[in-house]
């Protein structure tokens, strides 16, 4: 599998899925006007990641420092087949990277940790 890229945007975050090395970079702002559509490409080839049977180690990096309500539901299903993919097997970790004074994403960190808590959740300050 090629490793695939989205280059951020006003509303949209730098995605970068490196299926080789297991490992997903989620950063910056993330609200688009239809977050089904911008994350879906990212969620199918998770999917076939998943069932390719390359590696069952996954590490997620997210360090959003804004997304809107749509887009984390879109988060929220994510998480939710990541911790299907760790029922099944795999070894996920998922860093959420906060700045120490964004109080939101941290809050939404730590929500989304409570939801999904047969994930490995690290939260991580940046500095």
Do not use: C
């Not at 730590?110 to 940046?126: G, S």
């Amino acid at each position: 599998m090629e490793k695939f890229t989205l280059q951020k945007t006003k509303s949209t975050p730098f995605v970068e899925f490196d299926s080789e090395n297991g490992r997903i970079r989620i950063e910056g702002e993330s609200y688009p006007e239809n977050p089904v559509k911008f994350y879906e490409p990212i969620w199918d080839r998770l999917r076939d990641y998943l069932k390719s049977g390359i590696t069952t180690h996954l590490e997620v990096d997210i360090e959003l420092t804004y997304f809107n309500s749509s887009s984390s539901k879109a988060l929220m299903n994510f998480f939710e087949m990541l911790e299907t993919a760790t029922i099944n097997g795999f070894n996920v970790v998922v860093n959420w990277w906060t700045h120490p004074e964004n109080e939101s994403a941290l809050e939404a960190g730590e929500e989304f940790k409570e939801d999904v808590p047969l994930l490995t959740f690290n939260l991580k300050p940046t500095q």
